[in-house]
């Protein structure tokens, strides 16, 4: 079996883990600060339409 | 939040099972999931030209990276030196692609309840023909290109030395 972990790539993983962590709490603190303004204002505005798919995909504008 | 979950779960069951993480199949999980949640949901790169196609292709490099974690999770230790390494890039490809199809269903499915994920349709009008399989026909090319990536890669590597596929096994740390 292989070594258990080879230090440098594992590390690198872990940064880049703390990165992605870091940055989706900070635009979720974010979005919360502004009412949802980011991601959500789109649906309230009547824009994310159901149909438009659930993988975050931007609306059909002219479907809406 | 939900994608904070997911992208902390690998690494937190492989400290609590004290599993090895494969650091380059982990490594394309968490491009994955930075591309597809965070940068794809969050900031609208959707709407970027090709970028689904971007993260099919790294899903797919992904998926046949499984392949051969799984690969070496059902076939006994002593087994996996006498298979050639063209078998074994070939299985990943053709498990990659596999999961690219189901994935599609699952699309095809929620298009029946009225979705659009597999693009059949534009500014509410069905798209005919060709047309209307552009978005499937993109995504499962997308998925074999990168899983074939990945396959000629592995198939250099293991001809090299077999026990790179090693690199890929879930074990227990000691």
């Given amino acids: 079996m292989m ?4 230090s440098t790539s594992e590390k690198a993983l872990n940064v880049f883990l ?3 962590v870091i940055s989706m709490l900070v635009s979720l603190i974010l979005n919360y600060q502004n009412g949802f303004d980011g ?15 659930n993988r975050g995909r931007p609306a059909d504008r002219h479907a809406a | 939040m939900a994608g904070l979950l997911i992208v902390m779960l690998p ?14 199949l ?10 597809a949640i ?7 790169f959707y709407s970027i030209p090709y970028w689904d196609k971007g993260l099919h292709l790294i899903s797919g490099a992904l998926l046949a990276g499984f392949a051969l974690s799984a690969f070496g999770g059902l076939i006994p230790d002593e087994g996996i030196k006498h298979v050639p390494p063209f078998f074994i890039s070939m299985y990943a490809t053709a498990f990659a ?14 298009d029946s309840f009225g979705m659009n994920l597999q693009r059949y349709m534009r500014n509410g009008h069905l798209l005919l023909g060709r047309a209307a399989l552009m978005d499937t026909m993109g995504d499962l090319f997308a998925d074999f290109f990168g899983a074939l990536i990945f ?24």
């Avoid at chain 2, 690494?11 to 380059?24: C, E, G, M, Q």
């Avoid at chain 2, 982990?26 to 591309?35: A, D, E, Q």
């Avoid at chain 2, 965070?38 to 609208?44: A, C, E, Q, R, S």
């Avoid at chain 2, 396959?151 to 000691?174: G, P, T």
């Fill in chain 1, 3 to 6: 070594k258990n972990g080879s």
């Fill in chain 1, 18 to 20: 703390w990165f992605i």
């Fill in chain 1, 39 to 53: 991601c959500d204002s789109q649906s309230s505005r009547g824009r994310l339409v159901f149909g438009s798919g």
């Fill in chain 2, 11 to 24: 690494k937190f069951l492989a400290i609590k099972l004290k599993v090895y993480l494969p650091p380059l």
């Fill in chain 2, 26 to 35: 982990y490594g394309l999980f968490l491009m994955f999931i930075y591309g």
């Fill in chain 2, 38 to 44: 965070y940068l794809g949901t969050i900031y609208h």
């Fill in chain 2, 97 to 110: 692609v596999f999961c690219g199809v189901l994935w599609e269903f699952y699309e095809f499915t929620c």
């Fill in chain 2, 151 to 174: 396959a000629v890669i592995a198939y250099f590597k293991l001809r090299k030395d077999s026990r790179w596929i090693e690199k890929f096994f879930f074990h227990r740390n000691l």
